[in-house]
Every structure is written in structure tokens, then in C-alpha cells.
């Protein structure tokens, strides 16, 4: 479906606006145009009505959320466009901003702080003048359009957001294809591993997939370490997830084909690329949590 024209509210702005703004912008290209919708342009499905209204009508474009009950869960416009383009739920797991700008902007700073179990100073304590330039100008226009500096600013932010949220998943299914799970024996006791091969055509933050892949898939209790390809070598990372008291690399420093092993324990990187070394490692690096 295409859409000519971006209508959303006039006078101040919250972010969560700004950023379904964003991604339609992302999405279309098309002038925002901020001011009160009529009722023609609420029924054509080509003016996509974000944040005002009182309509929540995908097939027509229409992303309101204030007619809602005060009770309901928390969603604001940003949240009914990501769950109109399906990128809702990989965004409530990958960014973490998410859920308290859905709270900020339906129940406001003082039942946010409330929430998040902090004080109300702090809310403002994590503003910048980042988001009070882009709300403010964003606040000032009466219509954006490309060319303009917030206009390309906020394709730029609708893209990278978009893109980011795609490339987490394509990431994720990448390591559901090719991981393997290693059971890995240590002084009497066994730990879980996570093994990811080096490919001809991998991945980018191949550390970070493996990440994500274990908490998408509640393995978080379950895996204690990660393997995976060194992007600035031949060898592989290895890395203890969820910083696990019993992985402790600097124990294998001294190995000679492990040319890193980080001060603090929780990394090392290695030259050797054969899964009997790599799990020879891990298992030397196995042992009684230090005091």
C-alpha cells in the first residue's frame, strides 16, 4: 500500500512520535504534515495518520492510541506501527528503550519512574541534547519534507532502526542454521558451550548473535560459554556468557596458541581453530569460581 502524505499532531513532541514518524519516513519518503487530521484523510488509507485521530486502523493507516483504556497495556504510535510492519516483537527484545518510552508516553514520568523503581529526577537525568534538539525542532516545523535537515535526519533514524532490527533476526536465524550445542567435561563437572563454525559467508558481531540466539531461546541458564569466529584473525573468541563465575580465561594465558586472554577473565582469543582444542581450552578454563 502507498501513502502520499505523514499527518501527525501539532505542537510539542515526544519521541515515541518522532519515531514512527521516522520509520514511515523511512519506509514512504513522503511530507509529514503536522497539524489535525479532517475525517476524509482518516478514511483514506494513502494519508498514514500517526499519534492523533483517535483511530487505530492499520488497513487505513490510522496509528492512534489515545482512545485506549487508561488500563491497557502500555502502547503508543510507535508501538502500533512496529506491529504493523512486524518488527514489534524483535523490538521489545532488542531494544531496551523501548518498553519505558511505551510507559513515558502513556502514563507519563511520574508513573515511569514508578515502574522502573527509580526516583523522578533520574528521568531527567537521561535526557540529552540530542533529544531535546530533535523533539524541539521536529516541535517547530509545521511540515518536513525531504531535503530537510530533521526530514533526512529522520529517515536516517527510521532506516538504521529498521535495518538493525532485520539484521538481528537474519542474525539469529543464522546461528539457529549453523550453531552446535557442546557438552564439555572439567574436574567432575559439565558446562554448556555454544559453538559457532567459521563459514565462507558468516556474520558480522558473530559474539552478539550467539548473544541473542541464547536469550531469544531461554538458554541463558543453560550455556556458559560462547565460541565463535575472531573477526580480526583466523582463530576463534572465546567468551563466558552471562559472565559465569567458573569461566575464568585467565587460568589458559599462558597456553602458547592463545594469544589474549582480557585481565578480568571473560574473554580470550586463540589461534587454534580445531573443535578438540577449542573444547580443551574451555575446559581448562573451567574451575572454582575465584574469590
Known amino acids: 500500500m502507498s501513502i502520499h502524505t505523514i499527518l501527525t499532531h501539532p505542537g510539542g513532541a515526544h519521541k515515541e512520535d518522532v519515531l514512527a514518524c521516522s520509520i514511515m519516513v523511512a519506509l514512504y519518503g513522503v511530507p509529514i504534515v503536522r497539524r489535525e487530521p479532517v475525517e476524509a484523510e482518516l478514511d ?3 494519508v498514514c495518520v500517526l499519534d492523533v485521530g483517535d483511530r487505530h486502523e492499520p488497513a487505513k493507516n490510522n496509528f492512534d492510541h489515545h482512545q485506549f483504556p487508561r488500563d491497557s497495556t502500555p502502547a503508543c504510535a510507535l508501538t502500533l506501527v512496529l506491529q504493523h510492519i512486524g518488527l514489534y516483537e524483535d523490538a ?9 518510552a511505551e510507559w513515558f508516553d502513556t502514563r507519563g514520568p511520574n508513573k515511569t519512574a514508578e515502574w522502573l523503581g527509580v526516583s ?3 528521568i531527567s537525568k537521561m535526557n540529552s541534547p540530542i533529544d531535546i534538539s530533535m523533539l524541539r525542532r521536529f516541535a517547530q516545523a509545521s511540515q518536513l519534507e525531504a531535503g530537510d535537515p530533521v526530514y533526512e535526519l529522520m529517515r536516517m533514524i527510521g532506516q538504521d532502526l529498521i535495518d538493525y532490527l532485520n539484521g538481528v533476526r537474519a542474525k539469529i ?7 552446535v550445542r557442546w557438552e564439555i567435561s572439567s574436574g567432575g563437572e559439565s558446562f554448556s558451550a555454544l559453538y559457532l563454525p567459521r563459514m565462507e559467508k558468516g556474520i558480522d558481531d558473530a559474539s552478539g548473535g550467539l548473544a541473542r540466539y541464547i536469550l531469544v531461546n531461554k538458554l541463558d541458564q543453560e550455556i556458559a560459554a560462547t565460541v565463535y569466529p575472531d573477526s580480526r ?23 602458547p596458541d592463545v594469544h589474549f ?5 571473560f574473554l580470550c582469543k586463540t589461534g587454534a581453530t580445531e573443535p578438540v582444542r577449542l573444547m580443551k581450552i574451555l575446559s581448562s578454563a573451567w574451575g572454582q569460581a575465584k574469590g
Do not use: Y
Not at 586472554?261 to 577473565?265: M, N, R
Open 261 to 265: 586472554a582480557h585481565k578480568s577473565g
Open 233 to 255: 584473525g583466523e582463530g576463534f573468541g572465546l567468551a563466558r556468557f552471562n559472565d559465569h563465575p567458573q569461566l575464568d580465561f585467565t587460568r589458559i594465558e599462558s597456553f
Open 92 to 100: 521489545r527484545l532488542f531494544c531496551d528503550w523501548l518498553e519505558p
Open 120 to 122: 523522578r529526577d533520574v
Open 44 to 46: 483514506d488509507a494513502e
Open 173 to 179: 536465524d543464522f546461528v539457529a542454521e549453523h550453531a
